[in-house]
């Protein structure tokens, strides 16, 4: 069965600091990846996506991912954490032969930068 | 480019009422999708479309009603609200992108309670 998995529900990380949001899929096929953001009492915005070529994706708000095929994997990370980066984020994967366009969320993880 | 479009933002039933939650898109996207988020259960989904005149069942569909007559527009009906019910409704749109799809658009969400 496909699942994505975030295994931490919450993530703390004092400001200025790197932080990572860990996760990890399980697809028939190969993956298009995606993280998704929600702010509070928002919708969920789009951050970034991988679909191929290079491993290191870069999106939104200086955020970036690392696909690893071997862990299948997809991190979200992030050099230096800003306050504003506190909300909950989803990862997301659809498999490439899925031509219902359907795609697999992991629970969330909420993300609190500390001043 | 209004993109998503969910109306209304907050809404309150009482048990055993009906109504329909309404959700537009400007993208000319083929597929729509609606979701409810509920705390610690992250996204699950209630129907989706893959253009007019398809729709089918998403993981949650008990109580709940799609239809999709036209490209744009995509209600959500809650056929007789039950407080199980109460929860936080999004819609999403996309449409795959010549060597990948895109990601999906959410809506702003509505939030419901029934009393």
């Known amino acids: 069965a496909q699942s994505v998995a975030q295994p931490e529900d919450q993530v703390n990380v004092a400001e200025g600091n790197p932080l990572t949001v860990k996760c990890t899929y399980s697809?028939?096929?190969?993956?298009?990846l995606f993280w998704y953001v929600q702010y509070p009492n928002r919708g969920l915005q789009f951050l970034l996506k991988?679909?191929?070529?290079d491993n290191l994706v870069k999106g939104s708000y200086g955020f970036e991912a690392e696909f690893n095929k071997s862990q299948t994997s997809f991190h979200l990370k992030k050099p230096s954490a800003l306050v504003s980066d506190s909300a909950l984020y989803f990862c997301a994967v659809r498999d490439r032969g899925d031509s219902n366009y359907q795609l697999i969320w992991g629970a969330g993880t909420k993300l609190i930068i500390k001043p | 480019n209004a993109g998503v479009t969910q109306t209304p933002k907050f809404q309150v039933l009482k048990t055993g009422q009906s109504m329909t939650l309404q959700c537009a898109q400007d993208?000319?996207?083929?597929?729509m999708s609606w979701y409810r988020q509920d705390p610690g259960m992250g996204l699950r989904l209630i129907h989706y479309?893959?253009?007019?005149?398809?729709?089918d069942q998403g993981e949650v569909p008990n109580g709940y009603n799609v239809s999709r007559s036209t490209t744009e527009d995509f209600p959500l009906r809650l056929l007789s609200a039950a407080p199980s019910q109460t929860s936080v409704y999004f819609c999403?749109?996309?449409?795959?992108?010549?060597?990948?799809?895109?990601?999906?658009?959410f809506g702003s969400g509505t939030r419901l309670t029934v009393v």
């Open positions: 999403a749109s996309s449409t795959p992108r010549t060597g990948g799809p895109g990601g999906y658009t």
């Open positions: 993208m000319n996207h083929e597929y």
């Open positions: 697809v028939s096929g190969n993956p298009y």
């Open positions: 991988y679909i191929t070529g």
């Open positions: 479309s893959v253009g007019a005149g398809i729709t």
